[in-house]
């Protein structure tokens, strides 16, 4: 019997709740989670929806997933709304999908957190494929290939591969020819894709960065999951949606991830649905909010990428989501003179000498030797509402007084670990 | 690999709201739902909570856990907040107590739909005991040793019993002299003991039928779980709570599900977990709406009931929960001559020929050659806000025309049974 431990982000997440409760100041990366207020249009669409206290559907109301229908429809995938299932969020979506696909799920080396203990629950082996030099989210197609044959050799099964779209954890997207080779080989390998695409509105430049999904390219054969929790910082709010591929076995992994969805959540709650269908309709109000956070992200990302290379450390480039993930390898020597020597070390140093809470790389599947970590800088946009609507209003959020504070501690601290 | 299909109550819940869309009339007696509407505090409640959009805590917010504390201290289980853990519902709790407890299920037999698939989910095998003759939500006791001996005898390793107190679907309540029988079995045999009580407060007349938790009998060995889509009609909002048992076994228990929860739903939304907060605290005017509920639903279970003798099926006298679990086994011979041999082609019959949507008894467990099906009573509360909120307020509902209207009808379809 496997032993489970909570999800190492909500663990530290608490960590650093209680360490601040006792007076620890704590420069918070280690929780992706896009630290702005409710959009106020929100407040009312989830008091206009309260009245609605029955079940209904299983998979939302059916206005409900006509607004995701339309939502994807708009980004190059037309939907129908029977394509579409919501959720309290994306995470029991992944779930279900795992519960209902046979075979082991390939994912990229390192991911986000839940989607390996998610595969073990539903009995199945996850295997772990490197990520490319450029960018996370997929697997290196060549290792993939080659992870597929030595897995099979194993007596494994690989018949999932997921796919980060945006990436959590290395803020980076894997561009459209790259998409299309894992594609191919999804279809030479029979894989069913799962995109998890819950940053797509968190591309720091839509226009200079070009986003293929692969329900582009195989949509016979690609799930996409998305949410509300990252693009309008509303991880609290629970709100996550699913579209499955049109034809019969796109609806067939629908109709079970459905059945599943009846035993373990029963529906989205009512009153949530009623914000899901005022988002995804997307009207001009919510289309300025995404982009003038995906703007915060991308600045503040990118000035903390800054400030890694800064250190010392290789990175990565951000263009979505708001993460980076440094490798500090350059640095093994002056941080072996301070006793860090795997991720592990790492993040322990950080947070007990630094004040800075980041989220080791082995916790995310990555080589516990490495010395990598996710650093997640929509923490920094301050701590109170007034602070974070002024961030979110600047044309340049890293010149203000609190998140330069930030910007300050983060590179004090990376700069004591060039001993 | 299983094939999972809808849980049927749900899927029937479908397929009635698609009839009604169609002109069809049907009396819905098929879903377990409280059709009462949402008590009007709660919606400022979950306003007041919507600010709040961060994740939180996995197991809730503490003010929250405290106050579900203090619900179950009132109850005779003293309860401190970090034996509490919060969720959308308590389907992902069961869910998630199945995937960190090892060891097969024992369920009665009939019982909830949604027990035994989310055994299958999690890997184990369910085993139903049939229930006493006089209540349900329980296996009998002397069936149950013999069960457990059967099922090691085939391999299988019951480790759970799940006892829904009160019951659905048969709308009782098994007696405190029975639950100390099945608390001592549970020890001799070292069982862990999942005690459904999501009905607790709908207790029809609570100073006539008094409620033993096991967790008073077998503390160190009960998991209680709850929840406020029944009490308070708060289906379509997912609110569930859990408290694990003092000591450390049930810290044991409730980390793991913590850890699970953590990758299956992250937390219960934080503005429902501020309506939880009030709710559990029972302020006067919520004890009030407690108390007004439980007396309409026994008011029209019991009618229900009468009708159900009347038209010569034998049935458990209601006391709980709002369902009545009739047999119409006295009617085999004259059912035979209408095609009617079984709970399937029951159930069909009074949807196709009578308007009735009731959930036969196989599709909860039971023997599929009986003449049972479960009939929830508390969907006649009417049909607008203002009918229901007549049917709360009135001290003798059944009295009220609409409520006279479904009641008729069921006499009427009930009546055609005989031949």
Known sequence: MTTWSTSPNLALNEVVDRRRAEGVPIVHLGFGES?????????????????????????????????????????????DPEQVVLAPGSKPLLMAIQ???????????PCWNSYAPQARLAGKTPIGVPIPRDCGG????????????????????????????????TGTLAPPDL???????????????????????????????????????????????????????????????????AGARGAGIRAEVVAVASELWSTLARPMQEVARYVFEEPPEIRERLAASARLHGAVARAVYTLAVGAGAE?????????????????????????????????????D???????????????PGALRFKAATSMLYGDTIAEQEAALADPAPTELPHVRAGLAAIEAGFGTLGG
């Open 179 to 245: 998409v299309r080779r894992l594609c191919s080989i999804a279809e030479a390998e029979d894989l069913l894709v799962v995109s998890d695409e819950i940053y797509r509105d968190v591309v720091h430049d839509p226009k200079a960065t070009e986003l293929l999904s692969p329900a582009e390219v195989v949509p016979e054969r690609t799930v996409v999951t998305t949410g509300l929790s990252k693009s309008l910082a509303l991880g609290g709010w629970r709100i996550g949606a699913a579209r499955f591929p």
């Open 315 to 351: 990175c990565r480039p951000p263009t979505g989501a708001f993460y980076v993930y440094p490798d500090f390898e350059p640095l093994r020597g002056p941080l072996g003179a301070l006793g860090v020597t795997d991720s592990a070390s790492l993040q322990r140093r950080l947070l």
């Open 353 to 367: 000498e630094c004040g800075i809470a980041v989220l080791a790389g082995h916790l995310l599947g990555d080589d």
């Open 99 to 109: 519960h209902v696909v046979p075979g082991d799920v390939l994912l990229p080396r």
């Open 35 to 79: 630290r702005l207020p409710v959009f106020a249009p929100l407040l009312d669409r989830l008091r206009a929806g309260a009245p609605t206290n029955a079940y209904g559907p299983v998979s939302g109301d059916l206005a409900v997933r006509a607004a995701v229908a339309g939502y994807f429809a708009r980004r190059r995938l037309p939907t």
């Open 138 to 169: 997929v697997p290196d197609p060549d290792g993939l290939r080659a992870r597929i044959r030595a897995a099979r050799a194993d007596g494994l099964d690989p018949r999932i591969v997921v796919l980060t779209l945006p990436d959590n954890p």
